[in-house]
């Protein structure tokens, strides 16, 4: 559930600019794109002349962000309705739909929308509705 009546649209924008100047950075000077599945996957192959520090620091920085942002202000408190086994096939599934697509949000959503990628509208298109059906399904059908 959103709490609406402490939702503030000025904190959303400003990580949004945040967002897309880390990725903007990120092409601009590495001509990498920011997708959180390549940037771990090249991690875990690890071939020759891949380089890992950037996409050590880039994950890094990721960890981190949350709790230098801590330090300004106190962090909403994060609740979790499912259990072990839900959350491993979630996972699962995740990963699979990842390597399936190509890529994930961050990657086709932000990254490749912006520079107007075919294959990346038309993957964002697929995983915002399958995330919308699936939403409607589990509480509208299922009861969930």
Do not use: K, Q
């Amino acid at each position: 559930m959103i709490d609406w009546t402490s939702f503030a649209p000025g904190s959303a924008f400003a990580g949004g600019l945040l967002i897309g100047l880390a990725t903007a950075v990120l092409v601009l000077c590495n001509g990498r794109i920011a997708g959180i599945s390549g940037i771990i996957g090249g991690l875990m192959e690890r071939s020759p002349g891949d380089d890992v520090n950037w996409r050590g620091a880039f994950l890094v920085g990721l960890v981190a962000a949350p709790f230098a942002y801590s330090i300004l202000r106190t962090l909403p408190a994060v609740r979790i309705d499912a259990v072990g086994p839900e959350l491993v096939v979630a996972g699962l599934l995740v990963g699979f739909g990842t390597r399936l697509g190509g890529g994930c949000t961050s990657g086709h959503g932000v990254c490749g929308i912006s520079r107007l990628a075919t294959r990346s509208i038309f993957a964002t298109l697929t995983f915002m509705t399958t995330g919308a059906l699936t939403v409607f399904f589990i509480h509208h059908v299922f009861g969930g």
